[in-house]
């Protein structure tokens, strides 16, 4: 996969590549619809656009589900919200607070930040979440 900044992808699209690695297997629009609570013509116009950036697999009628580069930059997603939910538990959050606020604004927050915080945090190996991937992380761990 080419270099991950962190701020390919909206927030909705974030969402749609997490949700989908938490599936793990290939899932009809319409549940995605249903989970998000969002029309059915929006996702499907959302996963081609995530399609032709090669995040997904989609087959009409049949479903979608990620594609390798999708994983790994799901992957990446999902330890940039466990670093940050982390991160605002130990500054006095709540752990279902922390989460939400993650949520709120992870899509602005770039990979090079989020190595730096993982790094001064000491590379922790369980988050507010769960398990802390350390695949991505270019300092160390």
């Given at each position: 996969?080419?270099?991950?900044?962190?701020?390919?992808?909206?927030?909705?699209?974030?969402?749609?590549?997490?949700y989908?690695y938490?599936?793990?297997?290939?899932?009809?629009?319409?549940?995605?619809?249903?989970?998000?609570?969002?029309?059915?013509s929006?996702?499907t116009?959302?996963?081609?656009?995530?399609?032709?950036?090669?995040?997904?697999?989609?087959?009409?009628?049949r479903?979608?589900?990620?594609?390798?580069?999708g994983?790994?930059?799901?992957?990446?997603?999902?330890?940039?919200?466990?670093?940050?939910?982390?991160?605002?538990?130990?500054?006095?959050?709540?752990?279902?607070?922390a989460?939400?606020?993650?949520?709120r604004?992870e899509?602005?927050?770039s990979?090079?930040?989020?190595?730096?915080?993982?790094?001064?945090?000491g590379?922790?190996?369980?988050?507010?979440c769960?398990?802390?991937?350390?695949?991505?992380?270019?300092?160390?761990q």
């Amino acid at each position: 996969m080419e270099k991950i900044t962190g701020l390919e992808l909206s927030p909705r699209k974030i969402d749609y590549l997490k949700y989908l690695y938490q599936k793990d297997a290939r899932i009809r629009t319409n549940e995605i619809s249903e989970h998000f609570n969002v029309d059915p013509s929006t996702i499907t116009k959302t996963i081609t656009e995530l399609s032709n950036s090669g995040y997904v697999d989609h087959i009409p009628y049949r479903g979608v589900k990620l594609t390798k580069m999708g994983k790994e930059y799901a992957t990446f997603l999902i330890h940039r919200h466990r670093i940050l939910s982390l991160m605002l538990k130990q500054h006095g959050l709540e752990s279902e607070d922390a989460c939400r606020e993650a949520s709120r604004f992870e899509g602005y927050v770039s990979k090079k930040a989020i190595d730096r915080i993982c790094s001064s945090m000491g590379h922790p190996r369980m988050g507010v979440c769960g398990k802390i991937d350390h695949a991505y992380c270019d300092f160390g761990q």
